[in-house]
C-alpha cells in the first residue's frame, strides 16, 4: 500500500513540474521577439530603404546625365556677318572719271545680305591674264578694314596707262579681285577700251577724293 502511494506521489510530482514547465514557456514566449517573427519588418523596411536608396540615386545620376545632354544648345549659323569679303560678295563697277585727272573709279558695294570687312587694303587688278597687265598698288587711300554691308560702298582709282607714247594694248574688261588669291575673280565691262600700259592702282577707302591713282 506505501509503495503505491510513493510511486502515485512521484507521479503527481512529475505532472505538476510539467505544468509548470509548460506555463513557464507559455510566459515568456511573448517577451523573445526573435522567437515570434517581431524583427521581420525591420529587415522588411530596411529593404525598402536601400531600394528606395538606390532608385533615388540612379534617378538622380539618370536626371544629371540627362541635364548634361539638354546643356549644350546649337551654335547659331553666323555665314554672312563679320567675314572677310570674297570677290563673289561684292558688286563692282567702274565709271570713267576725267577730273582732276583721268582715271577708272572702281567702286565696290556687299550684295544683298551680306556684311564683310575687306580686309586685304589693296585690290588684285589686271588687264588679261599676261604679266604685264596687272596693276601695280601704289598706296593711296587706305582703310583698314572696310565694313561693306547695305548701301556702303568702297572706292578704288585705276589708271590704265602710265606712260608716254603708242605702247599698250586695248583692253574691254578689266578684272577685280579682292585678294591675288581669290578663287573667284570678277571681270567687268569698262566704259570705254583703253590703251593699257604699266597700269596702277589705289587702295581701298571710302572717300572718292582719296583714291585718284598718282604715280609718287
Not at 536608396?53 to 544629371?64: F, H, I, P, V, Y
Request: glycine share 12%; net charge negative.
Amino acid at each position: 500500500m506505501r509503495s503505491r502511494l510513493a510511486t502515485r506521489s512521484t507521479r503527481l510530482v512529475l505532472a505538476a513540474a510539467v505544468v509548470t514547465a509548460l506555463a513557464a514557456t507559455t510566459a515568456c514566449g511573448p517577451e523573445d521577439p526573435s522567437e515570434t517573427g517581431a524583427a521581420a519588418p525591420s529587415t522588411s523596411t530596411s529593404s525598402s530603404a536601400s531600394a528606395s536608396a538606390e532608385g533615388t540615386e540612379s534617378g538622380d545620376n539618370g536626371g544629371s546625365e540627362a541635364g548634361k545632354g539638354g546643356t549644350e544648345a546649337p551654335t547659331g549659323d553666323k555665314s554672312g556677318y563679320g567675314q572677310s569679303c570674297g570677290t563673289n560678295d561684292l558688286d563692282f563697277t567702274v565709271t570713267w572719271e576725267a577730273q582732276p585727272i583721268s582715271h577708272y573709279l572702281v567702286t565696290a558695294k556687299a550684295k544683298s545680305g551680306i556684311t564683310c570687312y575687306l580686309d586685304v587694303n589693296t585690290p588684285s587688278v589686271s588687264f588679261g591674264s599676261a604679266a604685264d597687265g596687272v596693276a601695280s598698288p601704289v598706296g593711296q587711300g587706305g582703310e583698314d578694314p572696310i565694313k561693306l554691308s547695305g548701301s556702303s560702298v568702297a572706292y578704288a582709282g585705276i589708271d590704265a596707262k602710265t606712260t608716254e607714247g603708242e605702247g599698250g594694248k586695248k583692253f574691254e574688261n578689266v578684272i577685280i579681285a579682292t585678294s591675288e588669291d581669290d578663287p573667284n575673280p570678277a571681270e567687268v565691262e569698262l566704259p570705254d577700251a583703253p590703251t593699257v600700259d604699266k597700269p596702277i592702282v589705289t587702295n581701298w577707302s571710302t572717300k572718292r577724293n582719296e583714291v585718284i591713282p598718282r604715280i609718287v
